[in-house]
């Protein structure tokens, strides 16, 4: 059996500071934050992804992926999430390769939009100041962000989405230690 | 130092992790009442359960937390709060609003603006805010999916239909993002504009009834009214007595048994960075 690599030094502090992250992330979509912590998640999951997982996710939050069985034990050993294979029933979704598309996802309902799953999405890179230009909530004017690697029809997609308002999926964008958040509410347009 | 035998913040970890998950999602969607399973925590409901469970969550080593109730630094459920978390998570306090990254509050919004840095955290003691119009949870519920909120404007209209006015001075109800009809929390009326497009993060904490809520920064937030009746925010039209702001909130104290009346700003902060501002100016 392969040796399990480990999960936060601090469980408590890291997990703090990584959900502030995501917290700064959602509050101000398209802004990109650092996740500071050092775990060297299984590959192909990347630190941002692995942290926030690590953060967010427990035994109440079903968990879709399509990844390996070493993401998947290491996400089973260190979060105690059930990991499911079914996407409609997954609280997080985690994509490292293709991305499932957003309508697979649980969106909530009317009266419960919060249920509406959350896609960790692992993208190649994320570049600020250009590339799409995000409006909505949390941002004052606009944001721009460049996602390296996105679906390709992720903007037509993701306007199918936020037309469901209050219900949809909200998306953590994740590469390398960086972290943007495309919470429902906002908008996307091609920059 | 924090008090040994408890997890930093108090909270365990598992109940931390299932507030951040409600946090996140009520940021997603302003205005919207996210159920919790709130703890019972070492105060009684009413003193802000809600507000400290959503601190505890969000809090680490590094946040300045200030902590106010009805403007004031220095009253009683400020100071335990404040004390109750320099025990459990070892923070530095301060009195400041400038310094603080984290405010959690009682019943009022800081007089000087926010910043990006900050997170402002309400205690609410009732955050549905058809509650006196509707008791059964589940059509409010189903009121606000369908965005109904005839209810509420009949109401203010019927205080102008008998009054000549609205007569609601706190807890006057907003739609945040031009969709979710909200509780400021009973806030004044004055302070409602604060919450527009402010810079900071807002996050409301229930503890009895169990909801978190989120304004995200730089979000809509209108305070109902009509056409022929705008919106007004009331205020004292008087001075302060100690620092003489004729723009800030302000309490009146009975000062004998023989209609004496002063006016003192609200914002202990507020009042005193102004009472130092004229003598440092003079120095």
């Known amino acids: 059996m392969k040796q399990l690599t480990p999960g936060f030094a601090d469980p408590v502090l890291d997990a703090q500071a990584c959900f502030r992250a995501i917290l700064e992330a959602m509050s101000r979509p398209g802004r990109i934050q650092r996740i500071a912590a050092h775990i060297t998640p299984p590959a192909p999951l990347c630190t941002a992804a692995g942290a926030a997982l690590l953060s967010l996710a427990d035994a109440d939050t079903p968990l879709w992926l399509d990844t390996d069985e070493a993401v998947a034990a290491w996400l089973r050993f260190h979060c105690g999430a059930p990991i499911t294979g079914d996407i409609g029933a997954a609280r997080f979704v985690l994509s490292c390769g293709p991305a499932p598309s957003l309508a697979a996802l649980d969106i909530g309902t009317d009266e419960d939009p919060q249920l509406g799953a959350t896609l960790i999405l692992q993208v190649a890179g994320l570049i600020a100041d250009e590339g799409w ?39 953590l964008l994740c590469a390398g230690d960086s972290i943007a958040a495309l919470p429902r509410s906002v908008m996307i347009a091609e920059g | ?110 007089e000087k603006p926010l910043t990006e840095n900050q997170i402002l955290v ?8 058809l509650f006196r119009l509707e008791p059964h949870r589940a059509e409010t519920r189903r009121l606000h999916a369908l965005a109904d909120y005839g209810l509420m404007h009949v109401r203010l209209y019927e205080d102008i239909a008998r ?60 305070s109902l009214d009509f056409e022929d009746h705008p919106f007004r925010p009331i205020r004292a039209p008087q001075a302060c007595a100690i620092c003489g702001s004729t723009t800030s909130y302000l309490d009146e104290l009975v000062t004998d048994d023989a209609g004496g009346r002063a006016f003192i700003c609200s914002d202990t902060d507020y009042c005193q960075e102004r009472q130092a501002a004229p003598k440092a100016a003079a120095e």
């Open chain 2, 163 to 222: 009054l000549g006015h609205i007569a609601k001075a706190y807890d006057y109800p907003v739609m945040v993002n031009e969709r979710y009809l909200m509780s400021p929390s009973p806030i004044p009326a004055f302070d409602n504009p604060k919450m527009h497009q402010m810079a900071a993060l807002q996050l409301f904490g229930a503890g009895r009834e169990k909801r978190i809520y989120a304004v995200p920064p730089y979000t809509a937030v209108r």
């Open chain 2, 122 to 129: 309400y205690q609410v003691p009732q955050p549905e805010p």
């Open chain 2, 1 to 110: 130092m924090t008090e040994a035998g408890y997890n930093f913040a108090y909270l365990d970890e598992a109940t931390k992790r299932m507030i951040r998950r409600a946090i996140l999602k009520a940021v997603a969607i302003p205005g919207h009442q996210i159920p919790f399973g709130a703890r019972e925590m070492p105060l009684p409901y009413g003193w802000g359960t809600g507000g400290i469970q959503v601190t505890a969550s969000i809090l680490g080593p590094a946040d300045v937390l200030k902590v106010i109730d009805q403007g004031a630094d220095d009253t009683t459920n400020a100071v335990s709060i404040r004390r109750f978390f320099t025990r459990v998570a070892g923070i530095a306090t301060t009195d400041a609003t400038g310094e603080a990254s984290i405010i959690q509050t009682r019943h009022r919004i800081p």
């Open chain 1, 133 to 171: 230009r995000l409006t909505g909530p949390g941002i004052q004017h606009e944001h721009h962000l460049r996602v390296l690697g996105a679906p390709a029809d992720f903007v037509s997609a993701w306007a199918r989405n936020q037309a469901l308002f209050p219900r949809g999926v909200d998306v």
